[in-house]
């Protein structure tokens, strides 16, 4: 008969223990693994929060430096010095530019007002030499002369007695008669500025249409001297708006203008 | 200590990004602060290398400390005595140079160069 022998107490003692043993030393590792990754978080996560408040010190500590607060007494009064003397520099430009500003605007005034001056001449000088036609009040005599008897210098003193009355501006038969207009002709027919009239003569006159019509009924006038020439008629008519076209540019061809007379 | 180093950049990074800055008034109650707290993670490391590290204690630690300092400091300004973040200053001074002393000769003993 076989004998089972049975495995002895201290077998089982000692494989029990070599079990124990073994989740022991499992169990050590995993609590020690377990240990070890809190520690190294939590250890982390303090280098984090260090690492970020070392950032924002940093930075605080940079602006601190250079906040006026940090200087010393020295440094501030060379930082007053330095900023007045940049004030007072900055308030010299202010001044200048300020007198340039007010030169430029002054200049650009005085341009624009010789520029307006010299537009009103111009003006002037143009309605004077008859360039511009003109209108206003005024008296438009009208001449007739079927006979033909009449002679430039019935012409000319008729425009110098206008003349003589105010006229600023005197047409004939719609040609102007500018200050460098003359009355030719003869045999009945009057030549103005190259133009040929007769017979019928139409004068148109700008001016105070009183003292013009006066200047020609004057008794013993021109008026009543045209009359004694047979078969010449003249109606001087006022007008509250007479035209008188503009006349031609004449060219100087001589004449030279003299610099400082 | 490479997932520490990589943690302390982390938050070097993440204060970059994020573009903070201490308030002029809080810079001294921080500056505090900030010894404290990397006293306390120096001797986190050094209870770690003697294996004493209980994360319960590094937490409050850490915490309180920082609190603590701030708070001196604080106390310090309100009762006139404005030098008094120069005790915290030196002591954490102190106390960090010590743990950094243990540190470095722990390590020594961990890979044997004694």
């Not at chain 2, 990589?6 to 505090?32: D, K, Q, R």
């Amino acid at each position: 008969m076989k004998v089972h022998h049975l495995p002895s107490r201290e077998t089982f003692t000692h494989l029990k223990d070599a079990s124990k043993k073994g989740l022991h030393a499992s169990e050590r590792a995993v609590g020690r693994s377990v240990n070890e990754a809190r520690l190294m978080a939590s250890l982390a996560v303090g280098l984090l929060l260090v690492g970020f408040l070392l950032v924002a010190q940093w930075r605080g500590a940079a602006t601190f430096t250079r906040s006026l607060d940090r200087q010393s007494d020295q440094n501030l009064a060379i930082i007053i010095q330095e900023i007045a003397a940049e004030n007072n520099a900055l308030r010299g430009e202010i001044v200048r530019l300020q007198m340039r500003l007010m030169e430029t605007g002054m200049e650009s005034e005085d341009r624009s007002r010789v520029l307006n001056e010299a537009a009103k001449e111009m003006q002037a000088v143009r309605l004077v030499s008859g360039l511009d036609a003109v209108s206003g009040p005024g008296i438009v005599v009208a001449i007739s002369d079927p006979e033909r008897v009449l002679l430039p210098q019935d012409f000319v003193r008729l425009v110098h007695e206008l003349r003589a009355g105010g006229a600023e501006a005197i047409a004939v038969n719609g040609t102007r008669v500018s200050a460098t207009s003359g009355f030719a002709g003869g045999d009945g027919s009057i030549i103005i500025n190259d133009v040929v009239f007769s017979r019928t003569y139409e004068v148109s006159v700008v001016g105070d249409p009183d003292n013009l019509a006066q200047a020609l009924e004057l008794p013993g006038g021109l008026r009543s001297t045209l009359l004694t020439f047979p078969g010449v008629n003249v109606e001087i008519s006022p007008a509250e708006e007479v035209r008188v076209a503009a006349g031609l540019h004449g060219e100087f061809v001589y004449a030279q203008k003299v610099e400082n007379p | 200590m490479l997932v520490l180093a990589l943690a302390l950049a982390l938050g070097i990074t993440l204060g970059l990004l994020t573009n903070v800055s201490v308030p002029l008034g809080m810079l001294t109650y921080l500056g505090v602060a900030v010894l404290a707290a990397i006293d306390a993670c120096f001797g986190g490391v050094k209870a770690s290398l003697e294996g004493t590290f209980d994360d319960k204690v590094f937490i409050s630690g850490f915490l309180t400390s920082t609190l603590m300092a701030a708070f001196i400091v604080f106390v310090g300004d309100r009762i006139g005595v404005r030098e008094l973040y120069l005790a915290a200053v030196v002591a954490f001074g102190m106390r960090i140079f010590e743990n950094l002393g243990s540190v470095r000769r722990l390590m020594f003993a961990r890979w044997g160069w004694e």
